[in-house]
């Protein structure tokens, strides 16, 4: 299947800083790329759609001020957390859809989990 | 907007049963895929349905697209142990509704398999 990488795996900050999270397809181009958001035990909630060169489409509720995407290139978007806050505290986990397969098929990362204390 | 109902929420299988779980919704899908997400780990896609009525396989994974488009199953054969984890299914509406190509998950099945 296609890979696709996310960095970093995990990380730890401070309440009222920044975070970003990259997210790769190393071994295809990604077309769109998906940013989704999961809770323990929980089903994976998406957050928003990115289409490279163009602004992300963001679902209802999700604040995009906060949650700042790029899509700068086929195979790289990235996701900031911006002024994170514990309630952010969750795991960001992203995808993947493009020229391997169906364009319908995504492709997820590793994910990445984030703690704010 | 579209949901998807997966059952069962959870099993509790002995290692060397076949186990099935399926989803179901009030609206059509154009596509259907069935992942499998290790504690910690992304979803990792087990198989993808394109096709109404479709059947595929995947060693011992089988499933299968609904010929009304409304619904899916998943079939695991002869359990081990490597099988636990949650499996989701998704859907992808037809692109009239969803120019983003979005999925919609289902809640997810955790399977526990005791050896």
């Known amino acids: 299947g296609a890979v696709v990488s996310q960095h970093p795996s995990w990380v730890i900050c401070k309440s009222g800083t920044s975070v970003k999270i990259e997210c790769r397809s190393l071994d295809f181009q990604a077309t769109t790329m998906f940013w989704y958001r999961q809770f323990p035990k929980q089903s994976l909630m998406l957050m928003a759609t990115?289409?490279?060169?163009?602004?992300?489409?963001?679902e209802q509720g999700v604040e995009k001020d906060k949650f700042l995407i790029n899509h700068a290139s086929l195979t790289l978007s990235t996701l900031t957390v911006t002024s994170a806050h514990p309630e952010d505290s969750s795991f960001y986990i992203c995808?993947?859809?493009?020229?391997?397969?169906?364009?319908?098929?995504?492709?997820f990362g590793p994910g990445t989990r984030l703690l704010v204390l | 907007g579209q949901q998807l109902n997966q059952s069962p929420q959870s099993m509790f299988i002995q290692e060397g049963e076949d186990v099935s779980m399926n989803c179901t919704s009030s609206s059509i899908f154009n596509t259907w895929l069935w992942y499998k997400q290790d504690p910690g780990e992304g979803p990792v896609l087990l198989i993808a349905?394109?096709?109404?009525?479709e059947l595929t396989s995947n060693g011992r994974l089988t499933a299968q697209f609904g010929i009304t488009r409304k619904d899916s199953f998943l079939n695991i054969s002869a359990s081990i142990p490597s099988d636990v984890g949650i499996y989701f299914c998704a859907g992808q509406p037809p692109m009239i509704y969803n120019q983003g190509g979005k999925l919609i998950f289902g809640q997810g099945t955790e399977l526990s398999v005791k050896p």
């Open positions: 995808s993947a859809s493009g020229d391997r397969g169906l364009v319908e098929t995504q492709y």
């Open positions: 990115s289409n490279e060169g163009s602004k992300a489409t963001y």
């Open positions: 349905l394109y096709k109404a009525g």
